[in-house]
């Protein structure tokens, strides 16, 4: 019987499901909003991944994301990782050359640095909307534009229009302005397109040098104007994935199945109908710094299994 290995990335926006075999060969894949029911979401997703690969041996199990420890625990993850080493570990599968690695999603954005097939350096924007996807939904949605066809209409634009693009307030009330001088919703997406890159470089990149290959994934990668504002921004070609908006959770498939061939373990998945534990969820506030994070902390029959919202990784990295 064929072995499987199932990837699991548990974002704030999305979840997202993945089966992988031992090649490597993407078997099944489920994008699905995050509308806050995570444990349900993944029991369907399972419960179609079942069905569609009925008679295949579960190998090993992998979780990634901002919810992994909860989730990680509820289904019996083999490994459970943080998204920098998930997104880095299938992309040099598929690059084997990457030098730098930007990947935006619904609600955070990530610089990932290589270095001879390492992990060099990174950095995460949790805080500032204007530099992720959520961005760009709502002001495609204020000019009543779809989202899937922002970056087709965006490279029509004849001028170029600068957007402000340091927070969302200062962005809409731009388009706004700019909309009232003539410019066109093509111009104004093509500068909603640079103002994202250029929040991204100003965040995240902050004097890093930046080498090729670069490679761009995460769900905006889809918008091919964004593609070319960083190729603008970097004077180099970028690349986008196939399965761009799955890398998390292809490489954590890939993590848990070399976790259990290092190991020699049986996988510790619970199976398809998903763990039925009681679930207590309590906050606090960390007095460590003048941040003063809310931590959510979440307890299975009584044992602490996740915690998380501090900025540092004091509490979230305690529990991996």
Do not use: W
């Amino acid at each position: 019987m064929e072995k499987i290995y199932i990837g699991v990335d548990v974002g704030s926006v999305s979840i997202n499901v993945i089966a992988i075999n031992e090649n490597n060969e993407l078997l099944f894949k489920s994008y699905v909003r995050n509308v806050g029911q995570p444990i349900d979401i993944v029991k369907g997703e399972f419960a179609k991944l079942n069905n569609e690969l009925p008679n295949m041996e579960i190998g090993g199990v992998g979780v990634t994301g901002s919810g992994r420890q909860l989730l990680g625990y509820v289904v019996g993850a083999d490994i459970v990782k943080n998204e920098i080493t998930a997104h880095a570990t299938a992309t040099l599968y598929f690059f084997p050359d990457v030098s730098t690695i930007f990947e935006i999603g619904g609600q955070d954005s990530k610089l990932i640095i290589i270095n001879d097939g390492t992990i060099a350096d990174f950095a995460m924007n949790t805080v500032c909307a204007a530099g992720t996807g959520s961005f760009l939904d709502h002001q495609a949605e204020r000019l009543g534009i779809k989202i899937e066809d922002f970056g087709e209409i965006a490279l029509t634009a004849k001028r170029d229009v600068r957007i402000a693009g340091r927070c969302t307030v200062f962005a809409e009330s731009d388009m706004i302005s700019k909309q009232q001088y003539g410019f066109s919703k093509a111009e104004i997406l093509k500068g909603l397109s640079k103002a994202l890159v250029r929040n991204y470089m100003n965040n995240l990149v902050r004097g890093r040098k930046l080498k090729p290959v670069f490679v761009f994934q995460g769900g905006v990668a889809a918008n091919i104007s964004i593609k070319k504002a960083f190729e603008e921004e970097v004077d180099h070609e970028v690349l986008v994935p196939e399965h761009y908006g799955i890398m998390g959770a292809i490489g954590i498939a890939m993590l848990a199945r070399d976790q259990i061939k290092k190991t020699g373990e049986k996988t510790k998945f619970k199976g398809f109908k998903v763990s039925e534990d009681e679930f207590e969820t309590t906050t606090f506030i960390c007095k460590g710094c003048p941040n003063e994070c809310e931590i959510i902390q979440i307890k299975a029959n009584g044992k602490v299994i996740a915690m998380t919202g501090d900025k540092c990784g004091r509490y979230s990295n305690s529990i991996i």
